[in-house]
C-alpha cells in the first residue's frame, strides 16, 4: 500500500474513488491513502473502539431494549435476573453511541471526498496540526458548541427518550425490578382513556388546567402591564419608590413565597384565624383542604399574581420606554383619549412584541408545578378523583401517578400527551399570531 502510494502521482486523481472507498469500508483508510496518516489512524481507531464496545456490550445492550430481559429475579434464592429499567437506559444510551458513531462516519467520509479533491487539483494533503489549526481557526464554533451539545444529549435528550419508551411498557404498579418489565405497545393510553376512573379524572384536571392556564396568563399579563403603565405615567410620584416592592417579590424564590403562603393560609395560619374570630366565616370554613375547590383555587390564582405579574412589568416597561412620543401627540391631536390610545396604539404594540412571551407564560402556566405542589393540603385525595385533588394540574396528576403511587407507565404517556397538546398549541398560537405573519409592522 506504501509504494502505491508513493508511485501515485499527485493531482492525478487515480486514487480518488479508492480513497472514498476505502473511507466507506473502514474509516481512516482514505486518509491513510492520501498520505494523513495520523487522522487515518485515529479515526481507524475509533472504529476499532466502536467494534470492541458493540462486540462486548453494545450489541447486548440493543438485544436487552428490544427484550427488556429474560431471567426474572429472585432475591429469597440469590438469583439476581435481569434489570428491565437498566436495560432500556443501557439500550437507549447505546442507540445514541451508535447515531453518534454513524456522524462520525459520515464526517470521515466527507473528509476524505475533500482531500481526494484537493489532491486531483494538485494540492499536498493537509497535515494533521494544519488540520486541527485549520478547525480552531475556521470552524471554532463547532468545538464550542459539541461539549454543550454532548451534555443536552445525555441531560435532556436521553431522558426525554426514555420516558416516551416507559409510555409504552408496563412498568409501575407491582411490576417493578425485580420483576421484568414488557413492552405494551398502546395500553397505557388505553387505559387512560377507555377505564371510567383515569378519563373521569383527566377529563375535569384537563378542564380546570385549560381553564387555570388561560386565566393566569390573561392575569400575570394585564397585571404587569397595568403597573407597568402606572408606574410610567406622569400623575405618579416617586416612581423608584414603588418599583422597589415588586422587585422584592420577583427577588424572593417562589417556592419560599409559596411555602409562607401556605402557612398563612392553611386551617392554622393566622388569615384563617383572623376571618373565624372576626366571625366572618364559620368555624368549619376551610382554604386549604382536599374538599376546598374553589377556595384554594383562588388562593392559588393570587399567588401566581403575586409570584408572575413583577416580571411581566419589568418586560413591559421596557417596551413601553421604546414606544415613538409623536405617535401619542398625533393620536391626542385627533382627538383620543386615554382609553382609545391604549386600545389601538399601546395593546397592538406591545401585544405584537411579547407574542412569543404570551405563548411561552401560557405553556409554563399549563405545567405550573410549583402553586398547587407547594399549596397542597394534606395527602388525600378528592372523591370523585383518581389520585388527585380538585386543585391538581394535568403536571401535579401526574407526579401523583409516578413518585407517590409508581404508576411510571401512566404517567410517562400522560406526559406524552401533554407534551403533543403544548406543541401543537404553541405552533399553531405562534404561526397564526401577528408578530409572526407581520414581523415588519413596526420596524
Known amino acids: 500500500m506504501a509504494e502505491a502510494m508513493q508511485k501515485a502521482p499527485k493531482g492525478s486523481g487515480a486514487f480518488a474513488p479508492y480513497q472514498v472507498k476505502l473511507s466507506c469500508a473502514f474509516m481512516g483508510l482514505g486518509q491513510l491513502f492520501c498520505r494523513q496518516y495520523t487522522k487515518g489512524a485515529l479515526l481507524a ?3 476499532v473502539g466502536f467494534i470492541l464496545f458493540m462486540a462486548f456490550a453494545g450489541a447486548e445492550n440493543i438485544v436487552g431494549l428490544i427484550t427488556l430481559g429474560t431471567t ?7 438469583i439476581a435476573g435481569d434489570n428491565s429499567v437498566s436495560m432500556l437506559a443501557w439500550g437507549i444510551t447505546t442507540v445514541f453511541l451508535i447515531l453518534l458513531f454513524a456522524l462520525a462516519y459520515y464526517a470521515n467520509i466527507k473528509d476524505v471526498i475533500y482531500t481526494a479533491r484537493e489532491l486531483r487539483k494538485g494540492n499536498p494533503p493537509k497535515s494533521f496540526f494544519e488540520s486541527c489549526k485549520e478547525l480552531i481557526n475556521g470552524k471554532f464554533y463547532f468545538l464550542t458548541l459539541t461539549l454543550p451539545l454532548v451534555f443536552v444529549c445525555i441531560f435532556n435528550i436521553m431522558p426525554i427518550v426514555f420516558t416516551a419508551l416507559v409510555a409504552f411498557t408496563d412498568y409501575g404498579g407491582e411490576i417493578v425490578p425485580p420483576r421484568l418489565v414488557s413492552w405494551t405497545g398502546l395500553q397505557s393510553f388505553k387505559v387512560i382513556f377507555t377505564m371510567s376512573e383515569y378519563i373521569g379524572t383527566m377529563g375535569k384536571i384537563l378542564a380546570w ?3 387555570w392556564a388561560f386565566g393566569s396568563t390573561f392575569l400575570v399579563y394585564f397585571g ?8 410610567n405615567s406622569k400623575c405618579l410620584k416617586g416612581k423608584r419608590f414603588w418599583r422597589i416592592f415588586p422587585m ?3 427577588a424572593i424564590p417562589s417556592f419560599i413565597t409559596l411555602t409562607g403562603f ?3 393560609f392553611c386551617d392554622s395560619g393566622p388569615i ?21 375547590r374553589w377556595s384554594l383555587r383562588l388562593l392559588g390564582f393570587f399567588c401566581c399574581a403575586w409570584v408572575g405579574i413583577p416580571s411581566v412589568m419589568f418586560l413591559a416597561t ?16 385627533d382627538g383620543a383619549n386615554g382609553l382609545q390610545q391604549f386600545v389601538y396604539l399601546t395593546l397592538p404594540f406591545v401585544l405584537f412584541a411579547t407574542t412569543p412571551v404570551i405563548i411561552s407564560t401560557f405553556i409554563n402556566q399549563f405545567n405550573n408545578f410549583s402553586i398547587f405542589y407547594f399549596l397542597r393540603p394534606e395527602t388525600v385525595y378528592a372523591p370523585g378523583y383518581f389520585n388527585a385533588n380538585s386543585s391538581d394540574l394535568l403536571i401535579n396528576w401526574m407526579y401523583n401517578l409516578t413518585v407517590e403511587n409508581g404508576l411510571y407507565s401512566l404517567g410517562s404517556a400522560l406526559s406524552l400527551i401533554l407534551f403533543a397538546f403544548m406543541a401543537v398549541f404553541s405552533l399553531v398560537a405562534y404561526v397564526t399570531s401577528p408578530a409572526y405573519k407581520k414581523e415588519d409592522t413596526y420596524r
Open 272 to 292: 384563617v384565624g383572623m376571618l373565624k374570630d372576626w366571625g366572618w366565616v364559620s368555624e368549619n370554613f376551610t382554604i386549604i383542604s382536599y374538599d376546598s
Open 318 to 333: 421596557g417596551i413601553l420606554s421604546n414606544t415613538s412620543i409623536d405617535m401619542y401627540e398625533a393620536a391626542r391631536l
Open 224 to 231: 404587569g402591564l397595568g403597573l407597568a403603565l402606572l408606574y
Open 248 to 250: 422584592f417579590a420577583y
Open 262 to 264: 401556605y402557612f398563612m
Open 72 to 78: 426474572e429475579g429472585v432475591p429469597i434464592m440469590g
Open 209 to 211: 388546567n385549560i381553564l
Open 45 to 47: 481507531l475509533l472504529e
